[in-house]
């Protein structure tokens, strides 16, 4: 696919000063809640995938199914138990699944966030883009910032009900390495698969261990 060329750079969240940190939020903050008013509906209609909190839980379980067949296999057990766990409190809490569904980008990190001068100029790579939980957007930006500027990013997306957002931007911030290790699984790349369960270590807070179980071949 193509599209029109938009200038800019891809931001380095590691050389962001909290002043550029704090204006880098105050111009994503507005993009976020375009995507929330965008009519979901409209969005299914034309062919983007994803829906409801109903069909958020099904795919988030149908993804366990496939963490376990092809992730858990090269984690090791405390790891495994780590992963099971977060799933496990997240699928069973009916508070997370409140929320209004909205147009999301999926994955705001750091090499889709084109900036000049220290401002946003663009977002990029729209392949992911879903119906779905509103606080998936925010993961990029707490997988670097931890929940930083999380109050002016989620303006527009947070119903009164919705009592776990912060929590759920926090799960799918831990969620990001695990998509790394069955990434680096399905294209048998190990140092990929190896990078992804450091990061994992990390985002579950776990001791700085690698965690990788080697796979016997048969």
């Not at 997240?90 to 990190?109: A, G, M, Q, V």
């Not at 369960?197 to 990788?212: E, I, K, M, Q, V």
Request: net charge positive; charged share 25%.
């Amino acid at each position: 696919m193509g599209y029109r060329r938009i200038p800019g750079r891809p931001l380095n969240w590691d050389r962001v000063s909290p002043q550029q940190r704090h204006a880098i939020a105050e111009d994503l903050s507005p993009f976020l809640e375009s995507l929330v008013k965008f009519p979901p509906q409209a969005a299914l209609r034309v062919g983007v995938r994803g829906g409801g909190p109903k069909e958020w839980k099904a795919q988030h379980e149908k993804d366990f199914v496939s963490y376990g067949r092809k992730g858990f296999r090269v984690m090791s057990p405390k790891i495994r138990r780590s992963v099971e766990r977060l799933f496990e409190r997240y699928l069973d809490d009916p508070r997370n699944f409140r929320w209004k569904p909205c147009l999301t980008h999926s994955e705001i990190h750091a090499g889709h966030v084109l900036t000049i001068g220290g401002r946003v100029s663009g977002i990029i790579d729209w392949g992911f883009v879903c119906v779905g939980d509103p606080a998936r957007d925010l993961a990029g930006w707490a997988s670097h910032f931890g929940t930083q500027e999380i109050d002016l990013l989620s303006r527009g997306r947070v119903a009164p009900t919705d009592t776990t957002f912060v929590d759920r931007v926090m799960l799918y911030r831990s969620l990001i390495p695990l998509y790394q290790v069955l990434y680096g699984v399905e294209t048998k790349d190990p140092k990929m698969t190896r990078s992804g369960l450091l990061y994992l270590n990390r985002a579950l807070r776990l001791p700085s261990t690698s965690g990788w179980t080697r796979v016997r071949r048969s």
